[in-house]
């Protein structure tokens, strides 16, 4: 008995040495427990059964009828099975990590990565669509900016403006600037949400952020760890987040972190609170599925960077006006010297 606890006892501290977590200890001495009643019922049946207190001489009976041949091969099947079991599961090969612990490794590459962009030329492709409730198109316009690192921060291009717009029965074309019927709520609106997107003067106050995971932004946040997954072909942190104030107007959602680099690879949200009761019944004001889906690529040098963005919600605005809104962003990063070569 000594023998054998000695024998586990290096086991664990060989595996501890190795950076096995415990979990992966338990699991493995599970494994080898149940491989090991396998073999024992290979060799005498009725020694098994009386360990598993089964008790029962149908059990033992037919097991000592079974060929040893067929007994091997279903060892060798349950082996297999397992080990399958065990690869699929994602594995860091280090220590669980608390939901703070992984956020602020987050909170550090990310300012890292912003630091990083304000020296590339980010180059963005806006596409925004209101529509009404029935679903007819009202307007769309689609925008392309390049926005370009200078000495003293960056510079904002417009490069492209197109869209079109229902007028008198029919839809019209447009490009460039000045748009047409630029006072209209479609168009002011489209206007406010493409300047929030490109980090120009608006009046989007949730927008600009699109929750980048820096240190400042964590700093409104409370984190908890949902679990770990695959994702894209990469172990992945399923962390959930919810602001700190419960009366602000905030994002809530969730965040999967890649578990070696540390960086964000989507984001998903929606508002943390409803809009309030008295604005929904006595203004007829409210937004419903408001919330954006974020995706981030990993770069060249390991940095990584939002790469799109994705939101569809309606709006419903003083018993007057309903839409549903639709906003996709592509953007894409190169160095400085490349763009002004072009």
Known sequence: MRAKWRSSLSACSSALE???????????????QVLGWLVC?????ARLARFLNFGASSFVTSAQGVPPAMLRLFVFMFTVGISLGQSAQPRSGNAPLSADA??????????????LRKQLVCRQHIHIVTRKSGGKMMREETTEYDV????????KQLKLLTGRYWDNGKYEDFKGEPVPEADSW??????????????????????????PLTSEEQKNYDFRLMGQE????????????????????????????DAADFQPVRVFTRLSRHVPFTERVMLGTNATGFGYDLEYGRQGDGAWFPISYGTEYELQLFFRIRRTVSVTMDTSFEPAGRTAAK
């Open 18 to 32: 190795k950076g096995l977590t415990r979990a992966d200890i338990v699991r493995d001495a599970m494994f080898r």
């Open 41 to 45: 019922l290979e060799t005498n049946p």
């Open 102 to 115: 992984i956020m602020t490794r987050v909170a550090v590459n990310q300012d890292q990565s912003e630091a």
């Open 148 to 155: 370009v690192p200078t000495e003293t921060g960056t510079q």
């Open 186 to 211: 479609d168009a002011d609106y489209i206007r406010d949400v493409r300047r929030c997107l490109a980090g120009e003067e608006s009046r989007c106050k949730l927008g600009p952020q699109l929750f």
């Open 230 to 257: 695959i994702l894209r072909g990469r172990d992945a942190y399923r962390v959930g987040f919810v602001p700190k104030n419960k009366n602000a107007f905030a994002w809530t959602g969730e965040a999967f972190v």
